[in-house]
Structure formats: C-alpha cells, structure tokens
C-alpha cells in the first residue's frame, strides 16, 4: 500500500504552481499596481516642518493634488520642478515619505474578479488534461 504515490506529488505540485503561488502574487501586487499618487497640502507642510528649505518646497505646489498612476512618475515630475539637483538628492527620502495613495473605494472586489477570471483561464485552459471524471 503507497501512501504517497507520483500522481500525487505532481498534483500537489501543479496546485502549487498554478493555484497558490498566482494567488499569492496577485494578492500582494494588484493592490500597488491599480492605485495612484499624489502630494497633498499636509505633506507639503510636514516638509515645512521637517525644515526642507522653501527652494525646494515651493515648486511642489504646482503639484499638489494631481494624480500620478505611478509613485516615479511623480518622484520624476518633483525632480523636474526643483531647480537645483543637489537639493532635490538631499531631501529625496523626505519628499517621497510625503506621498500619499488615492484609495480606491472597493479595491478588494477588483481583486476578486481578477483572481475570478484567473481561475476561469486556469479551468478553461487545463480541463483537456486533467478531465473531470479522473480523480
């Protein structure tokens, strides 16, 4: 009597590979890759505060608010707006702890009709290998 036969190991495998592991990656990168970034007001005063010089904070206000689909797009478009390069290299880390995430409102039901269709694929694209009536 086999406890553990290969056609086990190769469905526990194939469920590893196609089931758990693209849920897992779907799980933890849809969330980053559907939100947007932008500079709010008290970000900009939280840099006031943190004693980033007016050379550097002023320049942002043409920002603030707008909308960017990535995080460096927008470290980009701060980049461009500071005259001086050393000043934007200094303070850097401090501008882009200030960047916030627009929520998106349901963002967890995005996530379910992606992970949804996914499975659909997975189903539709295999069952000519593994046929319903073969266990």
Do not use: C
Not at 11 to 27: D, K, S
Not at 93 to 114: C, N, R, V
């Amino acid at each position: 009597m086999k406890i553990i036969t290969w056609d086990d190991i190769r469905r526990g495998a194939l469920a590893i590979l196609l089931v758990i592991i693209p849920t897992v990656l779907i799980g933890t990168f849809i969330g980053p890759a559907l939100q947007s970034y932008h500079i709010t007001g008290p970000g900009l005063w939280e840099l006031k505060r943190n004693n980033v010089p007016d050379d550097v904070i002023d320049p942002l206000h043409v920002l603030r608010l707008k909308p960017f689909f990535f995080k460096f797009r927008l470290m980009i478009a701060v980049e461009s707006r500071i005259a001086n390069p050393e000043l934007f290299d200094k303070y850097k880390k401090k501008i882009g702890l200030q960047i916030q995430t627009i929520p998106i409102p349901a963002i967890e039901y995005i996530f379910l009709g992606i992970l949804s269709l996914y499975y659909f694929i997975l189903w539709y694209t295999t069952r000519k290998w593994f046929p319903a009536g073969k266990v």
